[in-house]
T-cell receptor, first 114, second 118 residues
Framework: KAGVTQTPRYLIKTRGQQVTLSCSPI?????VSWYQQTPGQGLQFLFE?????QRNKGNFPGRFSGRQFSNSRSEMNVSTLELGDSALYLC???WGTGVQETQYFGPGTRLLVL | AQTVTQSQPEMSVQEAETVTLSCTYD???????LFWYKQPPSRQMILVIR??????QNATENRFSVNFQKAAKSFSLKISDSQLGDAAMYFC???????????????FGEGTQLTVNP
């Protein structure tokens, strides 16, 4: 079974631009979560989607948004990029949302904002 | 809010030796799950081991085992017979057992960089 895939793997943008990152979960998985990883703040939860609905959201400004499609693929969008948005963005998928579920992570998208 | 603390930014171990990574957490919940994830240079997060808080028995996965002290809110990872491939950043993570409020959210510690010396 293929793992979680994220595209693109690397991205360079300039301040003020917007960016869209994609995550394809493991086949059959319906829950997708997004995390931001930076050297200063560590790993921080962005949001979680299940069956096309946002179930949970972390403490990030409204510039960060996401969505999930009927095939469970998820996208996250960051508008009006700031230098501080430079980070590794990780997504994780699980079959459901139960507390017994194990989350499997993708390889991440490394975003550099210049 | 829950917090996870890893007080050892870096650790090193000789190949074939044993090393223990520390993790403490703070929560008012009684039902939760704890995890250790490994992040090698490839940046892919890999689940190493998980522990359910309601289980008294410490989890074990091959060379990896945990020492879960619920009263002390401590969750350490022991790696036995360390191998070069164990070199990575290790993250301790917490997940609430209350799905309705926290969903699948993981709260991570700061990480411990493990070096394995040949």
């Amino acid at each position: 079974k293929a793992g979680v895939t994220q595209t693109p793997r690397y991205l360079i943008k300039t301040r003020g631009q917007q960016v869209t990152l994609s995550c394809s979960p493991i086949s059959g998985h319906r829950s997708v979560s997004w995390y931001q990883q930076t050297p200063g703040q560590g790993l921080q939860f962005l949001f979680e989607y299940f069956s096309e609905t946002q179930r949970n959201k972390g403490n990030f400004p409204g510039r960060f948004s996401g969505r999930q499609f009927s095939n469970s693929r998820s996208e996250m969008n960051v508008s009006t990029l700031e230098l501080g948005d430079s980070a590794l963005y990780l997504c994780a998928s699980s079959w459901g949302t139960g507390v017994q579920e194990t989350q499997y992570f993708g390889p991440g998208t490394r975003l550099l904002v210049l | 809010a829950q917090t996870v603390t890893q007080s050892q930014p870096e650790m090193s171990v000789q190949e074939a030796e044993t090393v223990t990574l520390s993790c403490t957490y703070d929560t008012s919940e009684s039902d939760y799950y704890l995890f250790w994830y490994k992040q090698p240079p490839s940046r892919q997060m890999i689940l190493v081991i998980r522990q359910e808080a309601y289980k008294q028995q410490n989890a074990t996965e091959n060379r990896f085992s945990v020492n879960f002290q619920k009263a002390a809110k401590s969750f350490s990872l022991k790696i036995s017979d360390s191998q070069l491939g164990d070199a990575a950043m290790y993250f301790c993570a917490y997940r609430s057992g209350i799905e309705e409020t926290s969903g699948s959210r993981l709260t991570f510690g700061e990480g411990t960089q493990l070096t394995v010396n040949p």
